[in-house]
């Protein structure tokens, strides 16, 4: 199952590095998005920016977000910034 970032949890390797809580994320309109948002912030000492922004913006994942890629990835390690630029500059040719 993919998380709010569109990284499925599974292959990912931030939750075996302790960046993400183990277990997974959920999407930024699940219900339960704000209690997992709290437990990140009590394991971590900090929010976590993606699902923080995708429970904000009322988007379940980031990719279908119209502010996709945002600030909030760019500053991130979860996509390399080549990438995010390849995917801005192909929606700004629609």
Do not use: W
């Not at 219900?31 to 904000?56: M, N, R």
């Not at 988007?59 to 600030?71: I, N």
């Amino acid at each position: 199952m993919p998380g709010t970032c569109g990284l499925a949890c599974e292959v990912c390797e931030f939750p075996a590095r302790g960046i993400c809580p183990v277990g997974g994320c959920v999407a930024g309109t699940d219900e339960k998005a704000p209690e997992k948002l709290e437990k990140f912030k009590a394991a971590f000492g900090h929010s976590c920016a993606v699902l923080e922004c995708a429970i904000k913006n009322k988007v379940d994942y980031c990719f279908r977000c119209e502010k996709f890629p945002c600030d909030v990835h760019y500053q991130q390690e979860l996509y390399s910034k080549k990438l995010l630029d390849m995917i801005r500059g192909m929606k700004e040719k629609k």
